[in-house]
């Protein structure tokens, strides 16, 4: 009799590493090169075992069976959504000190695009209510998205542990959060600002914007030459003109072909 003890030691085959890297680029346009089968092994070991298969070759049957949805949770399971408060925070002091101040004091539109946890967007919003006193009298928004719905629904509740919020200081803490036994919540005067959707990058974008800031850093180093090539294409398109992009620090714009301006590490201007 066969049991799924095993599951987390299925064996993982070229064919089906090959078949798994396939379809997460079609999905998502991530790419998984060689020396990540350790890491798939691990990350879909659970769903092994909740679609109780027990082996790498009968799961992918199910994957192929199930009209998308399975595809779904395996890229789900796959993403990296590791973010942090104020995460490269020389972002965050360029978007108060520079970008604000230079975009006047009509509506603003901010988009999170890969927001994973909820951290950056509500570092975007705390940003904002420190450096705008006008901010109750205009059309500000930011919207927070991200394929991983699991990702999203921690940060749609918006609820962090101890160590999580280390990084935000304490006054931003005692103004922004409240604390209960088991960490924190993130109060009115920040979710009032964020609205959280799940998009995928490389699908259709409802959103017609324009926006006049697009954080969307540490994503697309898991993105192939030419999908960063149309990302970033798009992300011009939906820009104001005089807007800023910001991608992470080890995220560069170097041999992609567009129309942005080179303004500082990571920063661009439209």
């Known amino acids: 009799m066969s049991t799924l003890l095993g599951a987390t030691d299925a064996r993982l085959g070229a064919t089906e590493f ?8 079609d999905v998502a346009g991530i790419r998984l ?12 070991a659970k769903r092994l075992r909740a679609r109780g298969v027990a082996t790498y070759a009968a799961y992918l049957e199910l994957v192929r069976d199930a009209r998308g949805d399975e595809a779904a949770e395996m890229v789900d399971a796959l993403t990296t959504n590791k973010t942090d408060f104020f995460r490269e925070p ?3 002091d360029f978007l108060r000190e520079r970008v604000l101040p230079s975009l006047g004091t009509g509506s603003l ?5 890969g927001c994973a946890t909820g951290e950056e967007p509500l570092t975007i919003a705390m940003v904002l209510r420190e450096a705008l006193p006008d901010l109750a009298r205009r059309d500000v928004r930011v919207l927070a998205t991200d394929l ?30 409240t604390r209960d036994g088991v960490g924190w919540t993130a109060g009115p005067a920040l979710r009032s600002l964020v609205t959280y959707a799940p998009l995928n ?11 006049q800031v697009i954080f969307c850093r540490n994503v697309m180093i898991y993105f192939d030459r030419a999908t960063q090539q149309r990302l970033v294409r798009r992300f011009h398109d939906l820009l104001a003109p005089g807007g800023y992009l910001f991608v992470g620090h080890a995220e560069s ?16 201007a439209k």
């Not at 992609?256 to 080179?262: E, K, L, N, S």
């Open 201 to 211: 990058l490389m699908r259709e974008w409802p959103m017609r914007g324009p926006f």
């Open 18 to 25: 090959r078949e798994i890297g396939g379809i997460v680029h």
């Open 90 to 92: 020389a972002h965050f």
């Open 148 to 177: 991983s719905r699991r990702a999203l629904a921690r940060a749609t509740a918006g609820r962090y542990g101890d160590a999580a919020m280390e990084a935000v200081p304490s006054v931003l803490r005692r103004a922004y959060f």
């Open 109 to 113: 539109r901010v988009w999170s695009a």
């Open 253 to 268: 714009l170097s041999g992609v072909q567009h129309g942005f301006r080179y303004v500082q590490p990571a920063v661009y």
């Open 33 to 44: 090169p060689p020396g990540k089968e350790s890491l798939v092994r691990s990350r879909l």
